[in-house]
């Protein structure tokens, strides 16, 4: 175990968060490690919405270079970030045991708007047409930065609020007083799983990380992934995926959904399939959206983000 193990992480609060608690179960296990922080371009251009970026991955491209060049040996990334295709040459090592998957809005003390007008800042599309789907006559802005930032700007705001992930507050403590669990928004596929990713010819610390794997995190976000994969979302689209598994029953009671922009449309399956069914339960509840009309509406919604590019 003489190798030092280097943990590539962006430089935010939350990411470096992230870093130390893979460094300490790998500590824990005896290897040895180094944190190396890395600026992504995600982190330095915060005046456009992430889509206007034509880049998926925009927050793990910056550490994919530097574990190709050999700068850093591993990344830790929140697992929604992801791309669900990796670089050739790096593979998912490991998963960690899954956090909070719900969506919180922050707010300033006042619910009153919820029966009226309101205005909620979100950078996702997802959360943008979730709420425009249940809040028809609300209207959303664009919330860039990370955690901090966007605190920072909902309080010099005048805003009625801002959608987060409860587990990105909960891992720093900054979940404030004045929040409500959304729990009948479908959260981002892999919402509240960390990933672990390393270069695929590195066995040394593939074997380190295997040991990290949470096998039940692992099922659930590869069937997401997949179901994100399948209808080609990318980072871009609205869409929505939970599985959870059900030991008792032995089964994986799977909701996804893909939304319009504006909210207005909303395909969704929500199903209970045997554990049998996982390698391809994503794959097959994406083809029944697309079949269904989802191809038509996923056309309309890359030609009207490409329009805003």
Request: aromatic share 6%.
């Amino acid at each position: 175990m003489n190798k030092i193990i280097r943990i590539g992480t962006r430089d935010s609060e939350l990411a470096l968060w992230q870093a130390h608690n893979v460094e300490k179960r790998l500590n824990d296990l005896g290897y040895k490690t180094e944190i190396v922080a890395v600026k992504s371009t995600g982190d330095i251009i915060l005046d456009k919405p992430l889509y206007e970026l034509g880049i998926t991955g925009i927050f793990t491209k910056t550490l994919d270079i530097a574990m190709i060049n050999g700068q850093v040996d591993i990344a830790v990334h929140s697992m929604k970030d992801v791309p669900t295709a990796l670089p050739t040459g790096i593979v998912q090592a490991a998963v960690l045991e899954r956090a909070n998957t719900v969506d919180v809005l922050v707010h300033k003390g006042n619910l009153d708007f919820l029966e009226g007008n309101g205005t909620i800042a979100t950078g996702s599309l997802r959360r943008q047409a979730q709420w425009l789907h249940k809040y028809p006559t609300h209207k959303t802005v664009d919330l860039r930065g990370n955690i901090n930032t966007r605190m920072q700007k909902l309080r010099e705001s005048d805003w009625n609020g801002a959608v987060f992930a409860a587990a990105g507050l909960e891992r720093i403590n900054l979940k404030p007083t004045d929040f409500i669990d959304l729990d009948w928004m479908i959260p981002a596929p892999a919402q509240g799983a960390m990933v672990v990713v390393a270069m695929q010819n590195d066995n040394f610390t593939l074997d380190a990380l295997s040991e990290l794997n949470d096998i039940e995190t692992e099922i659930c976000t590869y069937i997401e992934r997949q179901f994100l994969r399948t209808l080609e979302g990318g980072c871009t689209a609205p869409i929505g995926a939970l599985a959870k598994y059900n030991e008792e029953e032995d089964s994986i009671h799977f909701q996804g959904a893909l939304f319009s922009l504006d909210g207005k449309e909303k395909m969704e399956v929500n199903k209970i399939f045997a554990i049998e069914e996982w390698k391809k339960l994503g794959f097959h509840a994406a083809q029944e959206i697309l079949e269904n009309g989802g191809a038509e509406l996923m056309k309309a919604i890359k030609a009207s983000l490409q329009k805003k590019n």
